[in-house]
């Protein structure tokens, strides 16, 4: 069963200094910092509110200067809400390269209201900050190129197999990524070996897998006292990780002190 039609995004509205709305969307790794938004003279622009002791504060660019306090912003601040999950709003939101913007529009779309999107500068060295971008001009208010341009990285691989070792040249791969907390109904965990290969209805971690040519883990394994990533197989008790030019592989006892990620249902949530 797909995810109903999407709704409409929600917003909060209340004044500087009213109390501080429940689910509101936070930016992107930052503990108090929410997307909002404020009109002025009929035109929109977003900006970053705060929760300030319980009650409402944020701050918006214009121009050169930055818009903050009851004296620069008067009438109705509007702060996102995302009240629900994916399985009752059809939607959820995630933040994306702006270098990305035009990828994925089928399945996708760029939150705005007018010609303004709110953008990030995640990497900005005094701290992170919110602001727009007016998609009418491409202009970034507070200068948010810095975090658009990061260079040219690559993404380094190593894999063991069949007792060989892969890397550099390992061809297509995937990478396992962590949604907002908001969306998602499980929680990660590093756990033993020993706690997630129980049975039984009182199982509280489940492995995380993939059933390729066998029920395969993330596994953290200790070999000669350093730890390196590798992988567990839960079925067979084997687990192994690749260095040194070759799969180096445990088995047996041995196996139930390493480190495979789990994952357990939140409250209210179960696994299919």
């Not at 592989?249 to 357990?264: A, W, Y």
Request: with cysteine.
């Amino acid at each position: 069963m797909g995810n109903p039609p999407p709704k409409e995004d929600e917003w909060a509205f209340g004044p500087i200094g009213s109390p501080f709305p429940d689910n509101p969307v936070r930016a992107l790794g930052q503990q108090n910092m929410y997307v909002a938004l404020w009109y002025k003279y009929g035109v929109p622009m977003h900006g970053r509110a705060w929760n300030n002791g319980g009650v409402l504060e944020c701050s918006f660019p214009y121009k050169t200067a930055e818009l903050f306090g009851v004296k620069d912003l008067g009438g109705q601040i509007q702060v996102l809400q995302y009240k629900g999950d994916h399985n009752t709003l059809g939607f959820w939101y995630e933040w994306i390269k702006y270098k990305d913007r035009f990828e994925k529009t089928e399945i996708r779309q760029i939150v705005h209201c007018g010609d303004s999107w709110p953008i990030l500068w995640k990497d900005r060295p005094e701290g992170a900050l919110l602001g727009y971008m007016d998609n009418k001009t491409e202009l970034h208010c507070i200068i948010f190129f810095a975090i658009l341009t990061v260079g040219n990285l690559q993404v380094a691989a190593c894999f063991g197999w069949n007792n060989n070792e892969y890397r550099e040249r390992v061809g297509s791969l995937q990478i396992l990524i962590e949604l907002p907390d908001f969306i998602r109904g499980y929680d990660y965990s590093w756990q033993p070996f020993s706690v997630c290969a129980k049975f039984g209805d009182e199982k509280e971690w489940f492995p995380v897998y993939v059933d390729r040519k066998g029920i395969i883990s993330p596994c953290v394994c200790t070999f000669d006292g350093k730890q390196i990533l590798g992988k567990a197989d839960i079925r067979n008790e084997k687990a192994s990780a690749a260095f040194g030019g070759k799969e180096n592989v445990m088995v047996g006892p041995g196996v139930q002190n390493q480190i495979v990620l789990c994952r357990k249902a939140r409250p209210g949530y179960k696994f299919d």
